[in-house]
């Protein structure tokens, strides 16, 4: 097996890539929501965070009841307990990408995991 995978995202609904990359320490995932249109369900996580990076357009998050505005460039990290949920603006569409991974396993980063060759 290559130590590489590589695949072509149609950045139209939703795609996860777990599959399509083989994932094997996060989630994520390519997100759009339509003017006016929004995640159909109020949810949490059992261990994964949540990073959210919004890529183009408006919305919110209602994240435990507190209303978060999102816009191109924002980046948001939610615990996993926190009960969440997304809304494109009414006039814009939202699109964003989703990193899920376990909560506090982080243990090295860039220079200290990195190897020079």
């Given at each position: 097996?290559?130590?590489?995978?590589?695949?072509?995202?149609?950045?139209?609904?939703?795609?996860?890539?777990?599959?399509?990359?083989?994932?094997?320490?996060?989630?994520?995932?390519?997100?759009?929501?339509?003017?006016?249109?929004?995640?159909?369900?109020?949810?949490?996580?059992?261990?994964?965070?949540?990073?959210?990076?919004?890529?183009?357009?408006?919305?919110?998050?209602?994240?435990?009841?507190?209303?978060?505005?999102?816009?191109?460039?924002?980046?948001?990290?939610?615990?996993?307990?926190?009960?969440?949920?997304?809304?494109?603006?009414?006039?814009?569409?939202i699109q964003y990408i989703c990193i899920q991974v376990k909560e506090n396993s982080l243990e090295e980063f860039t220079m200290t995991d990195g190897i020079v060759e």
């Amino acid at each position: 097996m290559a130590n590489f995978s590589k695949c072509i995202v149609n950045f139209g609904g939703r795609e996860e890539l777990h599959n399509e990359l083989s994932l094997t320490g996060a989630e994520i995932s390519i997100n759009a929501l339509p003017a006016g249109a929004n995640v159909p369900f109020v949810h949490s996580h059992k261990k994964n965070e949540e990073i959210y990076i919004i890529l183009d357009g408006k919305g919110s998050a209602v994240i435990d009841n507190v209303t978060v505005d999102l816009c191109k460039g924002v980046c948001l990290r939610i615990s996993p307990a926190a009960k969440r949920q997304f809304f494109a603006a009414k006039e814009c569409s939202i699109q964003y990408i989703c990193i899920q991974v376990k909560e506090n396993s982080l243990e090295e980063f860039t220079m200290t995991d990195g190897i020079v060759e």
